[in-house]
């Protein structure tokens, strides 16, 4: 994450938490509705009496290290006259949200620090929950609203005023949470962020006292109306932000003034944030794009739920490059429609990036051409977890269906260059049959001659000298543990560097390598474990995996052992001669 | 990466060889440990690294199914394609995806597999290498 490193309550804390959100995060969608709106609310109970509700930093264009964790984005929908939204949340449940944009690298992220302290939010809706002076959660601010059912036609923005997050009375009139928007804030390097705001209008009392900004950001009036439409559509989601789209207009933002908590003004912006455009493009795209929101549009952004799992494909530059994803652009729903249905509270219009996560991308495809079919107009939309935002060519049918199946066609034709690009000799192939035949052959030939290789390396262990790769291993070992400190170098690590140490033949390297196994099988681990995590793949415990599946440095060890089922015993003890 | 690990497990296959196994026997052994060791590698966020491990520790004769066992078949195959059909059937845990997941999962698989196929030919060239030396 850029910016500031957040501080955490400790693994344990946020596996908890992780593993609820993902217990919950199903029971999203039953949120967006009309009668859902209650569900928010008892869902913001549950997650806040597990002490905190997650809500995520967000970063884009990278996957970080916060996959795991609920990331909760609350857009708040500017009228037609378009404009703002959203923010977004902090991690921990409370206070000290801060958010910051790096305009230069096209980042937007959002970072809370844990303040410590039970979140907690009053609403009369529900059921009380005492708030605590010192933290007041941006997103408990949220989810008040969020129980709150009116809605209000004046447009609202949400500001995120560092500086009144320290010392908020109580008094203060409402929750903002707000978001910068990106296009006038080039020279804002961090985004506004909110305080939670009692909005007394609606007699909802949120707010205690907000946590303190560091960044100064200007920050923006709130209105509780807009409070009260930003709960409408906000969704929860978890996951990374690959998949989350801010709209937010430029021009609105510029002349935000800096008034206190206590001012009210209509104001409503949309943020947009692309994530296209923050993984690389420039600021240009949000230009147009914010044109294109002063015609009232209105997108909400909305991350696919089970982001969790999401991600690990995006490692694949190939597959996640958004060049080619640029142009698909959805509309999915606009404000004017969202005005129109006041009652229909809690749905949602979502939009995701462009740059979509590929694990995601599956089912938002699904859920995408499932909405499409139950949604003729763009009227009403669910809000599901992950979202396409596909936008019809000209020239092309904006028939739903067509879109989604021509989101899935570039998907799979996008999937089929990064094959081509793999299997060796395919770049003038053109054509999905001819392709994918070659595909399969070459799948089949590297089957053969891995079997090949091992009925070639039976044989050679079957032969008596034992020195040929032991004496690898032991100088492997020596480097590894060599660079343990570095994992630069572990991340070098490739089949090659076995090969130059490979020649001596002596006992005591195979007998070290030997010995060493056995010894110094801790240090192994910690190596591999470096190398495991500087090369991207994360064993630790937060990430998703089957049960039933041991990821730890045992397994492998178990496979082949298990085939093997007679103790080593000639592993030599000369730990003596073993110098690291 | 997966160098060490297969070197690993390969050191211990073979600490029971001269226990005078039957080739065939240490080959399934050595067989069982290079494709964990891919699957290891290749993280268990990927679905055919996690089918995989799955098939590899599946023993013969086991019955009992645990009861929180994974959920497969998602989604069946349509079948219409036989290049497609083929593809599922090459890439492990290939029967239960989509069209596009299949293909993501087989360029991953493709890569791990290459390196995989690297990694083993050089040891063999190692081996004889050094074998000669002598």
Avoid at chain 1, 166 to 176: D, G, L, R
Avoid at chain 1, 243 to 266: K, L, R, T
Avoid at chain 1, 367 to 390: A, L, M, P
């Amino acid at each position: 994450m850029r910016g500031q490193k957040k501080t955490r309550r400790g693994e344990k804390d946020k596996l908890e938490r992780a593993r609820f959100v993902r217990k919950h995060s199903r029971a999203k969608a039953a949120f967006l509705t009309e009668a859902g709106r209650l569900k928010v609310g008892e869902y913001l109970e549950r997650a806040s009496s597990l002490s905190g509700f997650w809500v995520g930093a967000l970063e884009w264009g990278k996957r970080s290290e916060v996959e795991d964790k609920v990331i909760i984005l609350f857009l708040f929908l500017g009228q037609s006259k378009d404009k703002s939204f959203t923010v977004a949340v902090s991690e921990d449940p409370l206070p000290r949200l801060e958010t910051s944009i790096d305009m230069n690298e096209n980042k937007f992220v959002l970072n809370s620090h844990h303040d410590g302290g039970e979140w907690q939010f009053n609403t009369p809706a529900m059921s009380m929950v005492p708030l605590l002076p010192n933290a007041p959660s941006l997103a408990g601010g949220l989810m008040n609203q969020i129980t709150r059912s009116s809605y209000l036609s004046t447009p609202m923005v949400e500001v995120f005023s560092p500086g009144q997050w320290n010392h908020h009375p109580t008094s203060s009139p409402n929750m903002a949470l707000g978001e910068s928007n990106f296009a006038s804030t080039s020279s804002i390097n961090s985004i506004p962020v909110g305080k939670p705001v009692a909005i007394s209008p609606r007699g909802m009392l949120v707010s205690t006292e907000p946590r303190i900004f560091p960044t100064s950001l200007p920050h923006f009036p709130v209105d509780s109306a807009f409070v009260e439409r930003a709960a409408r559509f906000s969704c929860f989601g978890s996951g990374n932000f690959s998949g989350i789209n801010f709209f937010g207009s430029s021009p609105a933002m510029a002349p935000s003034n800096n008034e206190g908590i206590g001012d009210q003004v209509q104001k409503d912006e949309l943020l947009q944030v692309d994530h296209e455009s923050f993984n690389g493009s420039t600021m240009k795209n949000q230009g147009d794009q914010n044109s294109q929101i002063g015609n009232g549009e209105s997108r909400v952004v909305i991350f696919p739920e089970d982001g969790l799992e999401g991600n690990t494909g995006s490692t694949d530059a190939a597959l996640n490059s958004s060049s080619s994803d640029r142009g698909v652009n959805k509309r999915r729903k606009t404000v004017p429609d969202i005005e129109r249905d006041p009652v229909q509270g809690g749905r949602q219009s979502s939009s995701e990036t462009t740059k979509e996560n590929i694990e995601n991308k599956q089912k938002v495809e699904q859920i995408n051409s499932k909405q499409t079919e139950k949604n003729g107009k763009d009227n009403s939309e669910f809000v599901k977890e992950g979202y396409v935002h596909v936008r019809a060519r000209r020239g092309q049918a904006t028939n739903s269906h067509s879109l989604a199946e021509r989101v899935r066609r570039e998907k799979i034709s996008e999937r089929m260059k990064y094959l081509q690009e793999l299997v060796p000799g395919c770049s003038k192939v053109t054509g999905k049959a001819v392709m994918l035949d070659e595909i399969i052959n070459y799948v089949q030939s590297l089957q053969r001659q891995v079997e090949v290789s091992i009925m070639f390396l039976s044989m050679k262990l079957a032969a008596v000298n034992p020195q040929l790769d032991f004496g690898i291993e032991g100088l492997l070992a020596k480097n590894l543990l060599r660079a343990h400190g570095s994992s630069s170098s572990a991340t070098g690590f490739s089949p090659e560097m076995i090969y130059p140490q490979a020649y001596p033949s002596q006992h005591n390297l195979v007998h070290t390598g030997i010995s060493a196994m056995a010894s110094h099988s801790d240090t192994f681990r910690r190596a591999i474990s470096t190398q495991s995590t500087a090369s991207g793949y994360k064993e630790s415990p937060l990430q998703v995996q089957p049960m039933h599946i041991p990821w730890n440095e045992e397994l492998i060890t178990q496979m082949a052992y298990g085939a093997n089922p007679s103790n080593p015993q000639n592993m030599d003890s000369k730990a003596d001669d073993f110098a690291i | 990466m997966v160098a060490l690990r297969f070197l690993r497990a390969l050191s211990l296959v073979r600490c029971s060889g001269p226990g005078a196994r039957s080739p065939s026997y240490r080959a399934r052994g050595i067989r069982r440990a290079a494709y964990a060791c891919m699957a290891a590698s290749a993280g268990p966020r990927r679905a055919w690294s996690r089918a995989l491990l799955r098939k590899i520790r599946r023993r013969p004769g086991r019955g009992l199914r645990r009861p929180r066992a994974v959920i497969r078949r998602r989604r069946p195959v349509g079948g219409g394609d036989p290049l497609e059909v083929a593809l599922r059937r090459l890439v492990p845990g290939g029967g239960c995806m989509e069209y596009c997941r299949l293909l993501e999962e087989a360029a991953d698989y493709v890569k791990c597999l290459a390196m995989q196929v690297r990694l083993m030919q050089t040891i063999v060239d190692s081996a004889s290498h050094v074998n000669s030396i002598d």
